[in-house]
């Protein structure tokens, strides 16, 4: 598991190569395990693939341009009326989908779209109106998915900051 941490750094350019089902199933199924406030298991998820659906995608926010180059796009949703957590919940999830998409030999990374966009907040309806999502649910972030361009350094040892530990009290 460490690995997969260790490994783990948000990718944004992606190799012209398809993410094979069984993989892309993996993920969601590893979407699927994470730990919910209730046990609600409130999200909904929109995989994109059509080329036009990935370049409107990428003009939701001044931070999400390289979506359109990922193969494929997870779009994490939530029913608040379901689910009580939605930020908690939802992007919980979007890390297993980050972490498995690693364990795949695949990357990704967690693209903002609540409280996103330029006006702040118009991200989500954009993202929204774009994919017939339902008025009800929230949208949380963008996920692409596919295999990196180019390795990135994995994370090191000293990013532990032990000055940031504290035992017992503060
Ligand atoms: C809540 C959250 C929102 C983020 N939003 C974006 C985003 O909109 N666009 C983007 O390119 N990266 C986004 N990132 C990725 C961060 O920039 C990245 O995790 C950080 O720079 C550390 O790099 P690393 O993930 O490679 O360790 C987001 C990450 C988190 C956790």
């Not at 069984?22 to 993920?27: A, C, G, N, S, T």
């Not at 994470?34 to 990428?58: C, N, Y």
């Not at 009800?136 to 000293?158: D, F, I, T, W």
Request: with cysteine; hydrophobic share 40%; net charge positive.
């Amino acid at each position: 598991m460490i690995d997969a941490i260790r490994k783990r750094r948000s990718v944004r350019a992606f190799l012209k190569k398809e993410v094979p089902e069984e993989k892309l199933k993996e993920i969601l199924l590893s979407a699927s395990f994470a730990p919910t406030s209730w046990g609600t298991k409130a999200w909904e998820f929109v995989i994109v693939k059509d080329a036009e659906r990935k370049k409107a995608l990428s003009k939701a926010t001044a931070h999400s341009a390289f979506v359109k180059d990922a193969p494929l796009v997870i779009v994490v949703c939530y029913d608040p009326k379901t689910g009580r957590r939605f930020k908690e919940d939802s992007s919980i999830c979007a890390e297993h989908i980050h972490l498995e998409a690693v364990n795949q030999g695949l990357a990704s990374c967690f693209v903002q779209v609540a409280d996103a966009g330029d006006p702040p907040g118009s991200a989500e309806p954009y993202v929204k109106k774009l994919l017939a999502i339902p008025e009800n649910l929230r949208v949380q972030c963008m996920m692409p998915v596919g295999y990196a361009k180019r390795e990135l350094a994995p994370h090191k040892e000293s990013a532990l900051d032990l000055k940031k530990i504290h035992y017992e009290s503060f």
